[in-house]
């Protein structure tokens, strides 16, 4: 089995609490959820989910030496997606954030995994970067309008304009994702695909006072739709649908954390730590023919095993 740890939206600042966010707790918090990972010897490594500090750099900075120091003494190496508030820093510091999880521009990216007990489970994991176009991430003028153009191309289901905390994919990153796909079916691996932002739910999933009449009926929710996704969702969704490698699709950025299913894909929004009294975190396991998330905390458990049938719809 391969086994990994993921926790989302840390959200850490030297602040205090507001709307049900606690931006000082979140440091033990994460703290100690570092401190398992570390023990869990089935572990591989640590994905973050994005959001780990709230938006300025001294909080950025403590952020980065708390993942250094438990990189080099809990000996997990740590993946990141990328979140709004990650970037959304002074413009200055902006082109730095990259080097905060270690990453380069565009912040996008792929890598292998192989079960150590049984080499026939193959995985892929594909880190989306769902801030590349987007007002808070742009580093000059040039950028800010071009992504001011690109947002206003897209309505909400209301027909309002989309939300300026989100951000859009650029068609080079679709090419990249559709080619990374294709690359997985001829290496007979299954994929995951990991962003910041969710795709889709089942709206009995959603619990939150915005929500609250969708989830009285069983229902499909694309949050692009609602403003709580990429701008562009729905295009990432035309791709994934065309590849039955993909099995997973997980995210952050909604605190209050959803599940769904669609066309033989688990949709598993992680609960946002930064909004929970006790902690939130969870052990996703990946298997040839089943996903399962072990959470910890206020985050819920799901199994998901994959269909037979592989054909889409």
Same mark, same amino acid.
Not at 43 to 65: C, K, P, R
Not at 270 to 287: H, N, S
């Given at each position: 089995?391969?086994?990994?740890?993921?926790?989302?939206?840390?959200?850490?600042?030297?602040?205090?609490?507001?709307?049900?966010?606690?931006?000082?707790?979140?440091?033990?918090?994460? #703290?100690?959820? %570092?401190?398992?990972?570390?023990?869990?010897?089935?572990?591989?490594?640590?994905?973050?989910?994005?959001?780990?500090?709230?938006?300025?750099?001294? @909080?950025?900075?403590?952020?980065?030496?708390? #993942?250094?120091?438990? =990189?080099?003494?809990?000996?997990?190496?740590?993946?990141?997606?990328?979140?709004?508030?990650?970037? @959304?820093?002074?413009?200055?510091?902006?082109?730095?954030?990259?080097?905060?999880?270690?990453?380069?521009?565009?912040?996008?990216?792929?890598?292998?995994?192989?079960?150590?007990?049984?080499?026939?489970?193959?995985?892929?994991?594909?880190?989306?970067?769902?801030?590349?176009?987007?007002?808070?991430?742009?580093?000059?003028?040039?950028?800010?309008?071009?992504?001011? =153009?690109?947002?206003?191309?897209?309505?909400?289901?209301?027909?309002?304009?989309?939300?300026?905390?989100?951000? @859009?994919? @650029?068609?080079?990153?679709?090419?990249?994702?559709?080619?990374?796909?294709?690359?997985?079916?001829?290496?007979?691996?299954?994929?995951?695909?990991?962003?910041?932002?969710?795709?889709?739910?089942?709206?009995?999933?959603?619990?939150?006072?915005?929500?609250?009449?969708?989830?009285?009926?069983?229902?499909?929710?694309?949050?692009?739709? #609602?403003? %709580?996704?990429?701008?562009?969702?729905?295009?990432?969704?035309?791709?994934?649908?065309?590849?039955?490698?993909?099995?997973?699709?997980?995210?952050?950025?909604?605190?209050?954390?959803?599940?769904?299913?669609?066309?033989?894909? %688990?949709?598993?929004?992680?609960?946002? #730590?930064?909004?929970?009294?006790?902690?939130?975190?969870?052990?996703?396991?990946?298997?040839?023919?089943?996903?399962?998330?072990?959470?910890?905390?206020?985050?819920?458990?799901?199994?998901?095993?994959?269909?037979?049938?592989?054909?889409?719809?």
């Amino acid at each position: 089995m391969i086994r990994f740890a993921a926790i989302a939206d840390v959200q850490y600042a030297d602040a205090d609490d507001k709307i049900g966010r606690h931006y000082r707790a979140s440091y033990e918090k994460l #703290l100690a959820a %570092v401190g398992e990972f570390a023990e869990r010897k089935d572990v591989a490594f640590a994905m973050n989910f994005g959001d780990a500090y709230d938006h300025d750099w001294e @909080s950025a900075l403590a952020i980065q030496e708390l #993942l250094r120091v438990s =990189e080099e003494r809990g000996k997990r190496k740590w993946r990141h997606v990328l979140g709004n508030h990650d970037l @959304s820093v002074p413009r200055d510091n902006k082109a730095e954030v990259y080097g905060v999880f270690h990453l380069k521009k565009p912040g996008y990216y792929d890598f292998s995994l192989v079960d150590a007990d049984d080499e026939s489970n193959k995985w892929r994991v594909v880190v989306l970067n769902g801030n590349e176009i987007s007002l808070y991430a742009a580093e000059s003028d040039k950028e800010r309008q071009a992504a001011k =153009e690109e947002r206003s191309k897209r309505k909400l289901a209301d027909g309002s304009d989309p939300h300026d905390y989100n951000g @859009s994919v @650029s068609a080079t990153q679709l090419e990249w994702l559709e080619e990374k796909l294709k690359a997985a079916e001829n290496e007979g691996q299954n994929v995951l695909v990991c962003s910041h932002f969710p795709l889709y739910a089942n709206s009995k999933s959603l619990h939150s006072a915005r929500t609250r009449l969708a989830s009285l009926v069983n229902v499909g929710i694309y949050y692009s739709d #609602l403003g %709580v996704s990429t701008w562009n969702g729905r295009e990432i969704l035309d791709v994934l649908d065309r590849h039955p490698c993909v099995k997973a699709y997980l995210a952050g950025h909604l605190h209050e954390g959803s599940y769904g299913e669609r066309n033989n894909v %688990v949709h598993v929004t992680f609960r946002g #730590l930064v909004e929970t009294e006790t902690t939130a975190y969870a052990y996703v396991e990946l298997g040839k023919t089943a996903i399962r998330v072990e959470g910890k905390g206020e985050q819920p458990s799901y199994d998901f095993e994959f269909a037979k049938e592989e054909k889409k719809s």
